[in-house]
Protein backbone atom coordinates (compact mmCIF):
# COMPACT_ATOMS: atom_id res chain seq x y z
CA UNK A 1 0.00 0.00 0.00
CA UNK A 2 1.37 2.98 -1.20
CA UNK A 3 0.24 6.13 1.32
CA UNK A 4 1.04 10.20 1.35
CA UNK A 5 0.90 12.06 4.46
CA UNK A 6 -0.11 15.69 3.98
CA UNK A 7 1.31 17.82 6.57
CA UNK A 8 3.95 16.90 8.22
CA UNK A 9 4.73 19.66 11.04
CA UNK A 10 2.95 18.45 13.72
CA UNK A 11 1.29 15.08 14.02
CA UNK A 12 2.25 14.22 10.47
CA UNK A 13 5.63 13.11 11.95
CA UNK A 14 4.08 10.70 13.72
CA UNK A 15 2.25 9.31 10.86
CA UNK A 16 4.95 9.17 8.12
CA UNK A 17 7.41 7.52 11.10
CA UNK A 18 4.52 4.83 11.80
CA UNK A 19 3.21 3.74 8.99
CA UNK A 20 7.01 3.53 7.54
CA UNK A 21 7.49 0.79 10.12
CA UNK A 22 4.28 -1.23 9.20
CA UNK A 23 4.96 -4.06 6.96
CA UNK A 24 3.52 -3.92 3.67
CA UNK A 25 2.81 0.14 3.90
CA UNK A 26 5.27 2.15 1.73
CA UNK A 27 4.91 6.56 2.76
CA UNK A 28 5.29 6.68 -0.68
CA UNK A 29 5.09 10.54 -0.54
CA UNK A 30 5.12 13.71 1.75
CA UNK A 31 3.08 16.29 0.83
CA UNK A 32 3.84 19.69 2.74
CA UNK A 33 3.68 23.44 1.88
CA UNK A 34 6.51 24.12 3.76
CA UNK A 35 9.62 22.85 1.77
CA UNK A 36 12.13 23.18 4.37
CA UNK A 37 10.31 20.37 6.29
CA UNK A 38 11.08 17.98 3.25
CA UNK A 39 15.21 17.23 4.35
CA UNK A 40 14.08 15.69 8.02
CA UNK A 41 11.09 14.00 7.01
CA UNK A 42 13.21 12.31 4.10
CA UNK A 43 15.57 11.72 6.37
CA UNK A 44 13.77 9.56 8.55
CA UNK A 45 11.42 7.80 6.06
CA UNK A 46 14.68 6.21 4.73
CA UNK A 47 16.44 5.62 7.91
CA UNK A 48 12.84 3.64 8.98
CA UNK A 49 11.82 2.06 5.78
CA UNK A 50 14.88 2.58 3.69
CA UNK A 51 13.16 4.32 0.55
CA UNK A 52 13.16 7.96 -0.24
CA UNK A 53 9.64 9.56 -0.49
CA UNK A 54 8.96 11.76 -3.28
CA UNK A 55 7.30 15.20 -2.30
CA UNK A 56 4.97 17.82 -3.56
CA UNK A 57 3.32 21.02 -1.95
CA UNK A 58 0.23 21.16 -3.43
CA UNK A 59 -2.20 18.02 -2.36
CA UNK A 60 -3.96 18.18 -5.72
CA UNK A 61 -0.98 17.18 -7.58
CA UNK A 62 -0.98 14.38 -4.67
CA UNK A 63 -3.92 12.43 -5.75
CA UNK A 64 -3.18 12.35 -9.34
CA UNK A 65 -0.70 9.62 -8.55
CA UNK A 66 -2.15 6.56 -9.90
CA UNK A 67 -0.36 4.69 -7.37
CA UNK A 68 -0.90 6.10 -4.06
CA UNK A 69 -3.96 4.20 -2.58
CA UNK A 70 -4.49 6.27 0.52
CA UNK A 71 -3.72 9.95 2.27
CA UNK A 72 -3.27 11.00 5.41
CA UNK A 73 -3.85 14.13 6.69
CA UNK A 74 -2.37 16.16 9.41
CA UNK A 75 -2.47 19.59 8.56
CA UNK A 76 -4.01 22.07 9.89
CA UNK A 77 -7.90 21.91 10.69
CA UNK A 78 -9.37 24.23 8.23
CA UNK A 79 -8.32 22.27 5.28
CA UNK A 80 -9.36 18.36 7.01
CA UNK A 81 -12.89 18.18 5.41
CA UNK A 82 -12.00 20.04 2.08
CA UNK A 83 -8.82 17.43 1.55
CA UNK A 84 -10.95 14.33 3.15
CA UNK A 85 -13.06 15.16 -0.01
CA UNK A 86 -10.94 15.52 -2.23
CA UNK A 87 -9.53 12.61 -1.34
CA UNK A 88 -12.24 10.39 -1.64
CA UNK A 89 -13.32 11.82 -5.13
CA UNK A 90 -9.59 10.85 -6.79
CA UNK A 91 -10.16 7.64 -5.42
CA UNK A 92 -8.02 7.47 -2.26
CA UNK A 93 -8.76 5.72 1.20
CA UNK A 94 -7.98 8.41 3.85
CA UNK A 95 -7.04 8.91 7.46
CA UNK A 96 -7.63 12.50 8.82
CA UNK A 97 -6.97 14.33 12.00
CA UNK A 98 -9.61 15.55 13.93
CA UNK A 99 -11.17 17.71 14.01
CA UNK A 100 -12.33 15.77 10.86
CA UNK A 101 -14.67 18.97 9.85
CA UNK A 102 -15.59 22.42 11.20
CA UNK A 103 -19.19 22.38 10.92
CA UNK A 104 -22.03 19.93 10.65
CA UNK A 105 -22.06 20.44 6.54
CA UNK A 106 -18.71 19.99 5.74
CA UNK A 107 -18.61 16.66 8.04
CA UNK A 108 -21.77 15.70 6.06
CA UNK A 109 -20.20 16.81 2.79
CA UNK A 110 -16.70 14.16 3.76
CA UNK A 111 -19.45 11.33 4.72
CA UNK A 112 -21.40 11.72 1.30
CA UNK A 113 -17.99 11.70 -0.58
CA UNK A 114 -17.24 8.67 1.44
CA UNK A 115 -19.95 6.63 0.24
CA UNK A 116 -20.37 8.15 -3.17
CA UNK A 117 -16.82 7.08 -3.72
CA UNK A 118 -16.68 3.77 -1.92
CA UNK A 119 -13.96 5.25 -0.06
CA UNK A 120 -12.87 4.44 3.45
CA UNK A 121 -12.32 7.10 5.84
CA UNK A 122 -11.29 6.68 9.35
CA UNK A 123 -10.33 10.23 11.84
CA UNK A 124 -7.84 10.00 13.93
CA UNK A 125 -8.55 9.42 17.81
CA UNK A 126 -5.61 7.55 18.67
CA UNK A 127 -4.20 10.19 21.39
CA UNK A 128 -7.28 9.02 23.47
CA UNK A 129 -5.41 5.62 23.96
CA UNK A 130 -1.96 6.55 24.68
CA UNK A 131 -1.56 5.34 28.16
CA UNK A 132 -0.78 9.01 30.04
CA UNK A 133 -3.85 10.19 28.97
CA UNK A 134 -5.66 7.31 30.03
CA UNK A 135 -3.85 7.53 33.60
CA UNK A 136 -4.87 11.20 33.74
CA UNK A 137 -8.79 10.14 32.62
CA UNK A 138 -8.63 7.65 35.57
CA UNK A 139 -7.02 9.81 37.83
CA UNK A 140 -10.30 12.34 37.58
CA UNK A 141 -12.37 9.49 37.71
CA UNK A 142 -11.17 8.31 41.09
CA UNK A 143 -11.69 11.79 42.08
CA UNK A 144 -8.24 12.22 42.83
CA UNK A 145 -8.84 15.91 42.79
CA UNK A 146 -12.10 15.66 44.67
CA UNK A 147 -15.67 15.78 42.78
CA UNK A 148 -15.19 17.95 39.54
CA UNK A 149 -18.29 19.32 37.88
CA UNK A 150 -16.88 20.97 34.61
CA UNK A 151 -13.80 20.08 32.64
CA UNK A 152 -12.72 22.36 30.08
CA UNK A 153 -9.71 22.07 27.62
CA UNK A 154 -7.57 24.90 25.82
CA UNK A 155 -4.53 24.24 23.45
CA UNK A 156 -2.00 27.32 23.10
CA UNK A 157 0.26 26.11 20.37
CA UNK A 158 1.72 28.75 18.29
CA UNK A 159 2.96 28.19 14.84
CA UNK A 160 5.55 29.54 13.58
CA UNK A 161 5.58 31.14 10.25
CA UNK A 162 5.81 29.17 7.33
CA UNK A 163 7.30 32.35 5.28
CA UNK A 164 4.68 32.42 3.01
CA UNK A 165 2.08 35.01 2.87
Known amino acids: MNIGVVGF ?15 GVRVAYLCDVDERL ?21 VRKLLEKKDLDAISIATPDHWHALMTIWGCQAGKDVYCEKPVSYTLREGRKSVEAARKYNRIVQAGLNRRS ?8 RYVQ ?24
Open 130 to 137: EPNNRTGV
Open 142 to 165: QGKFGPFYRAKGIVYRGRTSIGHV
Open 9 to 23: RGRGRDHYRTFAKLP
Open 38 to 58: YPRAIAEVEKIGGYKPETFVD
